[in-house]
């Protein structure tokens, strides 16, 4: 996932950026208000910041149980820990995660999230929803629910808290256009949207160190990985597609595993942060 880059820059540089980019939006809203929204539509910069929605035109897609006799494979990635099931097309995916709670101490400039999706794998089309933590002062965890469509940034949805048990559903509607909801099975907050994107090649379940993109220019920051003390649970792990390969993936950095997946048992598995690794630099 990606979110946009909050940066080390100075205060009034920071200032600077937001009246900006606010001054931006207001002119680009009022535009679309007075009827030329074929012209913002038209602009890559533009298209990057209001991703494609889309109307269902068919009945949408379920998934079923994964099939757990595909033999894993390990796979290390940069910032990826779970499984990856590739070979489709994949007309849906669903999973059950459990908000981790992150260590008492763990670094402001820290973050991490979990999310299910559908696509992604060795490309840049993925449609995928979840949730990401950062940490505050006085051990103080903000979680907020989002969807993304990649290329495009994260967009926030609803608030959550650690510990909450979350469900992600996305499967097809019609034509490259998926039906994507967020469930806080917790709180009984629900949110669903209808996202377009051409995509289909891999189906994903995944705590992740995220990315940061800069509004404006696009440069792209990885953040560190946040420290957690218990384990990310994944449960209820659900395709519409071939498993003809399954990925388990180790996030490694310079030669060391952070978050590694535990052995699918039936439809679930955990995500462990390891300890001796983790306090090393990232990045």
């Given at each position: 996932?990606?979110?946009?880059?909050?940066?080390?820059?100075?205060?009034?540089?920071?200032?600077?950026?937001?009246?900006?980019?606010?001054?931006?939006?207001?002119?680009?809203?009022?535009?679309?208000?007075?009827?030329?929204?074929?012209?913002?539509?038209?602009?890559?910069?533009?298209?990057?910041?209001?991703?494609?929605?889309c109307a269902a035109s068919a009945?949408?897609?379920?998934?079923?149980?994964?099939?757990?006799?595909?033999?894993?494979?390990?796979?290390?990635?940069?910032?990826?820990?779970?499984?990856?099931?590739?070979?489709?097309?994949?007309?849906?995916?669903?999973?059950?995660?459990?908000?981790?709670?992150?260590?008492?101490?763990?670094?402001?400039?820290?973050?991490?999230?979990?999310?299910?999706?559908?696509?992604?794998?060795?490309?840049?089309?993925?449609?995928?929803?979840?949730?990401?933590?950062?940490?505050?002062?006085?051990?103080?965890?903000?979680?907020?629910?989002?969807?993304?469509?990649?290329?495009?940034?994260?967009?926030?949805?609803?608030?959550?808290?650690?510990?909450?048990?979350?469900?992600?559903?996305?499967?097809?509607?019609?034509?490259?256009?998926?039906?994507?909801?967020?469930?806080?099975?917790?709180?009984?907050?629900?949110?669903?949207?209808?996202?377009?994107?051409?995509?289909?090649g891999s189906a994903e379940w995944?705590?992740?160190?995220?990315?940061?993109?800069?509004?404006?220019?696009?440069?792209?920051?990885?953040?560190?990985?946040?420290?957690?003390?218990?384990?990310?649970?994944?449960?209820?792990?659900?395709?519409?597609?071939?498993?003809?390969?399954?990925?388990?993936?180790?996030?490694?950095?310079?030669?060391?595993?952070?978050?590694?997946?535990?052995?699918?048992?039936?439809?679930?598995?955990?995500?462990?942060?390891?300890?001796?690794?983790?306090?090393?630099?990232?990045?």
């Amino acid at each position: 996932m990606t979110l946009p880059l909050q940066g080390d820059k100075p205060r009034w540089y920071r200032l600077l950026g937001s009246t900006v980019y606010g001054a931006t939006m207001l002119g680009l809203a009022s535009m679309l208000l007075v009827g030329v929204g074929r012209t913002v539509a038209a602009s890559p910069w533009m298209a990057a910041w209001f991703p494609p929605r889309c109307a269902a035109s068919a009945k949408q897609a379920h998934a079923s149980p994964l099939d757990v006799q595909v033999r894993p494979r390990a796979e290390p990635d940069s910032n990826w820990s779970g499984y990856v099931v590739t070979g489709g097309p994949y007309r849906a995916v669903a999973g059950t995660f459990t908000v981790p709670r992150l260590a008492e101490n763990a670094p402001t400039n820290t973050q991490m999230s979990q999310w299910a999706g559908i696509g992604g794998y060795h490309s840049r089309e993925l449609v995928q929803a979840g949730a990401l933590e950062r940490p505050g002062a006085a051990g103080r965890t903000t979680v907020q629910l989002w969807w993304e469509v990649q290329p495009h940034p994260m967009v926030p949805v609803l608030p959550a808290r650690p510990g909450d048990r979350v469900q992600v559903t996305i499967g097809l509607v019609g034509p490259a256009c998926w039906a994507t909801s967020l469930s806080d099975l917790s709180s009984g907050r629900h949110y669903s949207i209808n996202l377009r994107q051409q995509t289909g090649g891999s189906a994903e379940w995944v705590l992740e160190a995220v990315t940061s993109i800069r509004p404006l220019t696009g440069a792209k920051k990885a953040i560190p990985l946040a420290p957690y003390r218990s384990a990310a649970r994944f449960s209820q792990l659900q395709v519409a597609g071939p498993s003809r390969t399954l990925l388990a993936m180790t996030i490694v950095n310079r030669g060391h595993a952070l978050a590694s997946p535990s052995t699918l048992n039936r439809d679930r598995f955990s995500v462990s942060e390891n300890r001796a690794s983790s306090t090393r630099p990232q990045g």
